[in-house]
């Protein structure tokens, strides 16, 4: 599940959130929220009340949290309303000390982030399991796996070093400590699981590489390079369990979504040098730099001035017409893969014709959505 708070408030968009399944996406603006599918591609419910300045969805169901973005009495940062979206009511609200950053949902817990603290609650009855205690954390950075079984985690900024992770069980109601992963030696940007809850992404605010790690076995990390010049990292996100190689995406305010295979580390030590060397001879360096798991295997350019960006994969059966990337903006703006402009038809599940592929879904906080298909 990829979230993000957007600062500046001229466009009116302050925060755009995908569901755990990427089927929906939530923008929360100056008037109230919308909640988008993007497997229909129209607009699938509306709420105008004023100002909200976080909004996040229940997997496909009637479920959604809010939280005011303080232009209104009625619409505090400090207050979290759960909202029925089939009944158009409030089921009810919880008021926090101070602002409300962030907020996760699986279909167990709910997790609300505050400044120096996560509350852990149990979602069918709002009973508070555990208060846990964590480093300064104004951008709000946590994340809870979206699977509850056969694990529930919660991932938030551990106290004393800068960069370092504390993974918690929020299955049990103690809430015990898993473990803790030094990721960085900056303060921590943001936070993401795969959708098993094996995998943990993670980002500092320097912005130029992303580790993956899988908790179970600490000594097992990936490493990433977005590129040399610092940027801030608004959104990771794993492509689906049954994608394999396993795929992680990564947006930046430098206006670019760049895609990544994580490859196992034995195939990594072992394989990497000798194959990147049989497949320079024989094929353009552009395509033999791909085989180097610490690079992107793409990077998309969206459309616009450089923004934040949020993306998540998903899969569909089959697959865009062509090779390459294909991209389609519900706006109708191209983006450009390789360097190069692509406007495929729309919508893009028309254009649908071969085997099994992933899509990567953009949103910016300027502009409306955009699927991308990578093919191949």
């Known amino acids: 599940m990829s979230s993000l708070h957007c600062a500046q408030r001229g466009s009116g968009v302050l925060n755009v959130a995908f569901n755990q399944d990427n089927t929906c996406v939530a923008v929360a603006d100056m008037s109230g929220l919308r909640v988008f599918s993007l497997e229909q591609h129209k607009r699938a419910f509306r709420l105008d009340i004023g100002a909200i300045g976080l909004a996040q969805m229940l997997f496909c169901t009637s479920l ?11 619409l505090s940062p400090r207050k979290l309303t759960l909202y029925n979206t089939h009944s158009n009511a409030a089921i009810q609200s919880l008021s926090f000390p101070s602002s409300v950053l962030g907020v996760h949902l699986n279909r167990k817990r709910l997790a609300v982030v505050l400044e120096r603290r996560v509350l852990l609650y149990v979602l069918e009855t709002l009973e508070l399991l555990r208060t846990i205690d964590t480093a300064p954390n104004p951008e709000g950075v946590a994340a809870l796996t979206t699977c509850h079984e056969p694990t529930c985690q919660l991932a938030v900024p551990a106290g004393g070093e800068p960069g370092a992770v504390r993974v918690y069980d929020a299955a049990s109601g103690s809430g015990s400590v898993l473990g803790e992963l030094r ?6 940007a943001v936070l993401a699981w795969s959708d098993t809850g094996s995998l943990l992404a993670s980002a500092s605010q320097k912005g130029t590489v992303v580790r993956v790690h899988a908790p179970a076995s600490p000594d097992t990390v990936h490493s990433f390079r977005r590129g040399s010049t610092p940027a801030r990292i608004s959104g990771l996100a794993f492509a689906p369990s049954p ?8 947006a930046s305010d430098h206006g670019t979504v760049h895609l990544f295979r994580i490859t196992p580390q034995l195939e990594r030590k072992s394989s990497t040098a000798a194959a ?3 497949i320079s001879s024989v094929l353009p360096a552009t395509i033999a730099r791909a085989v180097e798991p610490t690079r992107c295997l793409t990077t998309i350019r969206l459309p616009g001035r450089p923004a934040a960006s ?9 697959g865009c017409v062509g090779a390459g990337v294909g991209v389609t903006w519900l706006g109708g703006h191209p983006c450009k893969a390789h360097g190069n402009p692509f406007t495929p038809p729309t919508p893009l599940h028309h254009a649908i014709q071969t085997t099994q592929h992933s ?3 953009c949103c910016t906080g300027t502009r409306a959505l955009g699927l991308l298909t990578m093919t191949g």
Do not use: K, M
């Open 64 to 74: 959604l949290a809010y939280v005011g973005a303080g232009e209104q009495p009625t």
């Open 183 to 188: 990721a960085h030696r900056s303060p921590l």
């Open 243 to 250: 994608v394999q190689p396993a795929l992680l995406c990564v």
């Open 276 to 278: 990147a060397a049989v």
């Open 310 to 318: 949020v993306c998540s994969l998903t899969t569909v059966d089959g």
């Open 359 to 361: 899509i990567l879904v």
